[in-house]
């Protein structure tokens, strides 16, 4: 269990950081586009995409241990299948909602 606080612990941490405006070089291609083709998208809309993402990331990862079945593999393949999900949202929403 003190990985999964610490995971957690760590993705709650980014996604405050993201949304306090510092974490612009920890997003993944945003950080290797030119200054012309970062005009092309809300960085603050992306920011609370990622951020989003993170935290629920960090509450999904929990719901085995919530739902008192950490050890059944059904719980534990419904929060993978919550996460690819989450994922798949946030990657149409940063590619659709998040540009200019």
């Not at 993705?11 to 290797?32: C, E, F, P």
């Not at 509450?59 to 929060?79: G, K, R, Y």
């Not at 299948?81 to 946030?90: E, M």
Request: with cysteine; hydrophobic share 60%.
């Amino acid at each position: 269990m003190l990985p999964l606080a610490i995971v957690s612990l760590l993705l709650l941490v980014l996604a405050v950081v993201l949304l306090s405006g510092h974490g612009d070089r920890l997003i993944a291609g945003y950080n290797t586009l030119s200054a012309k083709e970062r005009e092309g998208v809300h960085i603050h809309r992306l920011r609370w995409v990622l951020a989003v993402t993170l935290v629920l990331d960090a509450a999904v990862l929990w719901l085995p241990w919530i739902l008192h079945q950490e050890e059944e593999v059904m719980a534990i393949l419904v929060s993978v299948l919550y996460l690819f999900i989450i994922s798949a949202v946030a990657v149409v929403l940063a590619n659709t909602w998040c540009k200019r």
